[in-house]
């Protein structure tokens, strides 16, 4: 089975109902069938801050959300550490000439580090590094799909 990353502009998409994105997330899950995904705990922090200003009731849903991810045996969630930290620093300062966010480095870092070239996100800054952007607007614009993976919400 393939395995993709997954960042957090797709866990946002799938999360809001009015994200622009979902659509486009949605399809490009639908283009890939069954897969297993790989994020990290700092993508979850991310996915939560993106939450933290919505009001008790969607930020609890986020909890709720990140808790499913967390139990789903198709997603895998890699740790947060010192040691991924640092790394995605040296990537950060290695990169100056790029507007590269440190969670972006630690996404792409895990990445490589796994073998996944596929990432579920609308963030352009990936194929930069050579990774394929899976979340595309003009290729889900007019399609209507379901969702086939337990998404957060």
Not at 24 to 39: E, S, Y
């Amino acid at each position: 089975m393939k395995t993709v990353f997954a960042d957090t502009a797709y866990w946002v998409a799938v999360f809001r109902p009015r994200d622009q994105w979902r659509s486009a997330a949605r399809f490009a899950l639908r283009q890939l069938g069954p897969v297993n995904i790989v994020t990290t705990d700092e993508v979850l922090t991310e996915f939560l801050a993106s939450a933290s200003r919505g009001g008790p009731e969607v930020r609890l849903s986020a909890v709720r959300s990140v808790r499913e991810l967390q139990n789903n045996p198709r997603v895998r969630v890699m740790p947060q550490s010192r040691e991924s930290f640092c790394k995605a620093l040296d990537r950060y300062a290695a990169r100056a000439d790029k507007s590269y966010s440190l969670q972006d480095c630690v996404s792409m870092n895990v990445m490589e580090d796994q073998s996944i070239t596929d990432i579920l996100t609308s963030d352009r800054h990936f194929e930069q590094e050579g990774f394929t952007v899976l979340m595309n607007r003009a290729s889900a614009r007019s399609k209507s799909v379901q969702d086939d993976f337990p998404r957060p919400g």
